[in-house]
């Protein structure tokens, strides 16, 4: 019919396409690819997870490391700069190292406990910084950073490495470093301890030498002009002296006595003695009682014997040079046996090295069986000879090239009581009192063959400075000067020596005693403190202790 679709016989429409029905699905393939794919990409992602997570953890421990590495550095400066001195610390190269120190309130400690460092008062450790995997201290003095040093009264700067452990297994410690300069509370300058006498009424012109780091052997003129010695004891805690029991050692006369060790407990002793002639005599000191004794004295110089100086040659033999008669420079080798305690003297006639003035001769060894001798020669000018000992027949002679005794002066004009101190091996700091009585210094070189030279002489007191002592304190730049001042007072400086042009400039110049005090001496205790004797007004001899404090160039 129209209007009416048709169908098929089998019913349906007319027109229409019969299609199969398929399904989809994966092979096992298919399935191994894709799984492998995922696989790749999630152990890709995995990684920078992974990796993600080891930054963000070494990074936090970095953060920690950092932090506690800032205030461990902080705490060394805060606390190790306020040390007195070190008392213990580890070697150089410990990289678990500790270090020890005295400070106001005690003694106080850093070490590594468990890879932690620790602090505190001795004996009550807590826990202050860490874990570290490194704790290490080297040691200096305050002018030379490149050699560490061990010895514990010498060290004044501490250089700190420490490694901060990173909490993460991946992240690297964290390394810090510290240099602490240990600004003692010892106090800037020079300071005197309390005076205290040698026990008799009269001490003129005392010498020192060391017996061991407390006491110190003392010869001096006493009543009568008679010869004295006395053992010294000091105490650098309380910055006191006390004295032992003088021994006179000779009845008659004992004037101007100079003092050399010979061995720990025997002294050479050369003084002015009876008719004025020249005498030595060994001083036994007995270390248990600190009482002296004596051998039997020799007369070297039958004429006469004003001031002597010393200077060892080897282990019995000692050169001394002195003013003589007519105030001719003389020299002679002394011989000790310290068995016996006797003494011998050669050449049999003293040799004299200036025939027109040797006063107030000064001496130190160069070496080599050469020694420098300043003195006041010719026209009162500071003059110098290197003098030659030949060991094969015990004779003295000048030095090869010395100039004739009217050009022997340095240059310096105007010179009394010269005193020297070593620099190097051919350099010395002498100082002498100039025209007009001032404090004067000046560095000598000695050359090849007899002749000495100087660099530009200081004067370190433009008032008064006579009879200055001298000595070396910490290094070869730095040198203690004691010296009769203005209004005859005892002074002292500190001398410091520029080793690139050997000028010298004074600091700390510093009064000692409110009374007269003459021909003072000097001897190191340690590196602050310093033994001192002198005369006074009238006649008595005192010792007091010098301690220098933090002076620096």
Not at 476 to 505: E, K
Request: glycine share 10%; proline share 5%.
């Amino acid at each position: 019919m129209a209007g009416m679709a048709q169908t098929s016989r089998h019913g349906r429409h007319k027109g229409s396409v019969r299609r199969p029905f398929k399904h989809s699905a994966l092979t096992l393939l298919e399935m191994v690819i894709a799984i492998a794919i995922m696989a790749v990409v999630f152990a890709a992602l995995l990684v920078q997870f992974r990796n993600i997570n080891n930054s963000w953890a070494s990074r936090q421990g970095g953060a920690e490391a950092l932090q506690n590495g800032r205030i461990l550095t902080d705490h060394f400066n805060r606390n190790l700069s306020k040390a007195l001195r070190i008392v213990a610390v580890s070697e150089p190269a410990q990289t678990g190292g500790y270090i020890e120190y005295e400070a106001p309130g005690g003694l106080y400690r850093y070490e590594v406990s468990a890879g932690t460092v620790v602090f505190g008062p001795l004996g009550s450790l807590s826990e202050l910084a860490g874990p570290v995997s490194r704790l290490q201290f080297t040691c200096y003095n305050a002018y030379d950073l490149d050699t560490p040093i061990t010895d514990v009264d010498r060290i004044r700067v501490v250089r700190i490495r420490t490694a901060l452990v990173n909490s993460s297994d991946t992240g690297p410690d964290k390394p810090f470093e510290s240099l602490v300069y240990l600004r003692s509370n010892r106090p800037s300058g020079i300071i005197p301890g309390p005076s205290a006498s040698f026990g008799i009424t009269t001490g003129n012109m005392p010498a020192l030498a060391k017996i061991d780091a407390t006491h110190y052997l003392c010869a001096f003129t006493g009543q009568g002009d008679d010869g004295f010695a006395v053992v010294l004891t000091v105490d650098t805690a309380t910055q006191t002296v006390r004295h032992e029991t003088p021994f006179e050692y000779d009845q008659a006369n004992g004037i101007n006595p100079s003092l050399a060790q010979i061995d720990a407990t025997r002294f050479l002793c050369v003084y002015k003695g009876p008719q004025g002639d020249g005498y030595a005599v060994i001083l036994r000191v007995n270390p248990l009682t600190w009482t002296v004794d004596r051998g039997e004295p020799l007369e070297f110089e039958y004429k006469d014997c004003f001031v002597s100086s010393l200077a060892r040659i080897d282990d019995v033999h000692f050169l001394c040079a002195y003013t003589g008669s007519g105030n001719d420079g003389f020299a002679v080798i002394l011989k000790v046996d310290p068995v016996a305690m006797m003494v011998q003297s050669y050449p049999e006639d003293p040799y004299e090295f200036d025939t027109s003035n040797g006063q107030t001769p000064a001496m130190q060894s160069i070496g080599a069986g050469r020694f420098l001798c300043v003195y006041q020669g010719w026209a009162g000018l500071v003059s110098a000879v290197v003098l030659t000992v030949n060991m094969a027949d015990l004779t003295i002679a000048l030095d090869a090239g010395t100039p004739p005794e009217m050009s022997r002066g340095l240059g310096l004009g105007y010179g009394e009581s010269p005193a020297l101190a070593r620099i190097d091996a051919t350099r010395f700091l002498c100082t002498y009192s100039g025209n007009t009585a001032t404090g004067m210094a000046v560095v000598l070189a000695v050359g090849p063959h007899g002749s000495v030279t100087r660099a530009a002489p200081f004067q370190f007191d433009g008032s008064l400075g006579k009879i200055p002592a001298v000595i070396q304190l910490t290094d070869n730049t730095r040198y203690l000067c004691a010296y009769q001042g203005y209004m005859s007072r005892l002074w002292a400086t500190v001398l410091i020596v520029d080793p690139l042009t050997w000028n010298i400039r004074g600091e700390n110049k510093t009064v000692l005693s409110s009374w007269k005090a003459l021909k003072p001496d000097l001897a190191k205790i340690d590196d602050y403190n310093y033994l001192c004797v002198h005369e006074d007004q009238v006649n008595a001899g005192w010792g007091l202790l010098l301690n220098v404090g933090d002076v620096r160039p």
